[in-house]
């Protein structure tokens, strides 16, 4: 008995070590991979009805590709399409899916996999021809019919994996990813066939077996483009549960899924218009971005204006001179007054889909007739209006209208004469230091005469348009503590008590107190990128596009191959570029710091009444501000490797 046990022993001993021994061959021998890639289907000619380029690329010593370019017969592409092939295509079969794309105006790139119809070489090792996926596509990027058109990848079956594969390693430069029929992992197709051929017992060897070369539920996780997956539910060679896995495992929030009907990849036949117009959907998603968008229609509706009452009632707006941060006289030429009252029509920018600008006339009163040209806005009917205190609609009008027609920054031009107002009421000047005018608060006569004094720089005008820095200097008496300004920059129309996130923004801001800096460093670093492309931040925020669209812009306009680390360091270069030089001139820790009155005088209207900020939590804020800067804590200047980092060494 014991001699059968040992036997029986060493019999076992023996199967498992065969069985491992067998799954080390298969998976390292590549073997599936034999068992997956179809050969042959061999034609000595092609031909095609369709305009047409053939091209074979060249990739090793005696490997060439076959590809061929279909494009549209007489109009200019609207759109190029790379198509990975199922398993068993070629450029003959595959033709019958072109038909309707080609006449929609789009162009198709596609091409035979090595060994495989007109390539040669040998097709049978997953990683050689992920590579060569790759290697092709780049080399499809350079050709002259196909630069600075939009690229589409399309995948079907197992070109779906490749395309996923694709669509990861070169995201931006695409608009979208569309796949038919694809699985989710080379193991899940291999548990399929192992339940079809009644190896059901034995699917756990599967993983084992079978390398996981192209694991498309985990690179989809990857993609931000949008994405279409389609997939039929009476699918006879990928069953609908793979797709939908593939699905599952996507980014929702810029994954569609279409559940069709019929054979496995046979979409384009039987929803011919359907599925082109998934096409087109890809294709025109950046032209129409901003169309029938909710955030759109806020701006045609309000513009900036529809900020002025969140903001007030938010306890963040500039009243007062920055006393204060509600005004509830603000809904007498908020965005809804205004519209009923003194808007006629909505205009943009050129080409801007926006339309956030307002255009009108005052109707009545003693300035009847003013035109309103793109007012108010959020910064002019607050530095002109609740900062000043200002109640009637057409006042303010009339004031924003001086303003402009005068060629005055509004902004600095409302900080200014509200330091003055608040200056007189404190006695620390009186009428003859301001030419006999009797400046005060809600009185749109002395203000309308001192918009007047500053644009011909007569009298105070001249000492006042140089700005609250300045008069206060001149002034002394304590009238720093309200002289409302960073390095020499007026603030804008963004109270701090509440927020001391627009307090980063103002304090460390490279030209002074700017709203549009960026409440951190991320976006502080996006935004010195977005001034740079010159483009507007309303088309970039509240609901625009997104880095990554940004990205994709910079990379089809300048043939780059940028990611979004790319476009976040590019702009921290330029924040610290300018960092430095301020640096130079003199500008350290000591000049990023906010008025005192957010430190010492809290609201006293609105529901955030009492807010104020507190020394010590703000100046733990900046110091860890410093940190992840990269700059030193005391003086603020970049540390020697936060420049070396950014290539920026040549300032040390």
Not at 35 to 44: A, P, S, V
């Amino acid at each position: 008995m014991k001699i059968i046990l040992k036997v029986l022993k060493w019999i076992a001993i023996s199967v498992f070590v065969i069985l491992v021994i067998g799954i080390i061959y298969i998976r390292f021998s590549r073997l599936t991979d034999k068992m997956i890639y179809q050969t042959g289907n061999n034609y000595e000619v092609f031909e095609s009805s369709f305009k047409h380029k053939e091209l074979y690329i060249p990739l090793e010593k005696d490997i060439k590709i076959h590809a061929v370019l279909f494009k549209p017969d007489s109009i200019k592409p609207i759109g190029t399409i790379f198509h990975h092939l199922g398993n068993g295509m070629t450029l003959i079969n595959s033709q019958k899916l072109y038909k309707p794309l080609i006449n929609n105006g789009f162009q198709i790139f596609a091409y035979e996999r090595r060994g495989f119809a007109k390539s040669t070489g040998n097709d049978d090792n997953s990683i050689i021809l992920k590579n060569d996926a790759i290697t092709i596509f780049d080399k499809f990027l350079e050709l002259k019919d196909v630069k600075n058109t939009k690229i589409i990848i399309w995948g079907q079956s197992l070109g779906g994996t490749f395309a996923t594969m694709n669509a990861v390693e070169r995201q931006s430069k695409i608009e979208g990813l569309i796949l038919e029929g694809t699985f989710s992992s080379f193991p899940d197709m291999g548990k399929v066939y192992a339940r079809l051929l009644n190896l059901e017992n034995f699917k756990w060897l599967i993983p084992l077996l079978m390398n996981n070369d192209f694991p498309a539920e985990k690179e989809i996780k990857e993609i931000n483009k949008p994405t279409i997956i389609i997939h039929s539910i009476s699918d006879d060679q990928v069953p609908f549960e793979l797709g939908k896995k593939l699905y599952d495992s996507s980014n929702k929030s810029n994954t569609e899924f279409w559940k069709i009907d019929g054979k496995h990849i046979d979409g384009m036949n039987k929803y011919e218009k359907e599925y082109v117009e998934k096409f087109m959907k890809l294709i025109n998603d950046a032209r129409i971005f901003f169309k029938d968008r909710t955030q759109t229609q806020w701006w045609r509706d309000y513009g900036t204006a529809g900020a002025l009452k969140p903001s007030s009632d938010a306890g963040s707006m500039a009243v007062k001179n920055y006393r204060e941060g509600t005004f509830p006289d603000i809904v007498n030429y908020d965005a809804e007054t205004a519209r009923k009252k003194i808007w006629k029509r909505n205009y943009a920018c050129y080409t801007c889909q926006l339309s956030c600008k307002k255009s009108g006339v005052v109707s009545e009163g003693r300035f009847k007739g003013t035109i309103v040209h793109d007012s108010p806005e959020y910064e002019t009917g607050t530095m002109l209006g609740a900062n000043l205190l200002m109640t009637n609609i057409n006042d303010v009008m009339k004031a924003i209208y001086d303003g402009d027609n005068n060629g005055l920054d509004i902004i600095s031009l409302g900080n200014t004469i509200g330091f003055l107002i608040e200056a007189h009421e404190k006695k620390l000047i009186d009428k003859d230091f301001l030419d006999g005018i009797n400046l005060k608060w809600n009185d749109i006569d002395s203000i309308l005469a001192m918009i007047d004094k500053i644009a011909k720089r007569e009298g105070i005008g001249e000492l006042a348009s140089k700005g609250v820095k300045t008069l206060s200097e001149k002034i002394g008496k304590g009238s720093d503590e309200f002289a409302m300004h960073v390095k020499g920059h007026e603030l804008a129309a963004w109270n701090v008590h509440v927020n001391s996130g627009t307090g980063i923004s103002y304090a460390t801001a490279n030209r002074g107190a700017c709203h549009l800096n960026g409440k951190n460093a991320e976006g502080q670093n996006g935004n010195a990128l977005k001034d740079s492309l010159a483009i507007c931040f309303f088309a970039t925020g509240w609901g625009g596009y997104d880095e990554q669209q940004l990205v994709d812009f910079v990379n089809a306009i300048t043939g780059s191959n940028w990611t979004k680390d790319d476009f976040f360091e590019t702009g921290e270069r330029i924040f610290n570029l300018e960092k430095m030089m301020n640096y130079r001139e003199g500008f350290t820790a000591e000049d990023d710091v906010l008025p005192e009155r957010f430190f010492k005088e809290p609201l006293t209207v609105g529901e955030k009444k009492g807010a104020v900020l507190v020394r010590k939590e703000w100046e733990q804020k900046m110091k860890d501000y410093y940190t992840e800067r990269g700059w030193d804590t005391k003086t603020s200047k970049p540390k020697d490797e936060t420049l070396k980092k950014l290539k920026l060494g040549f300032l040390i």
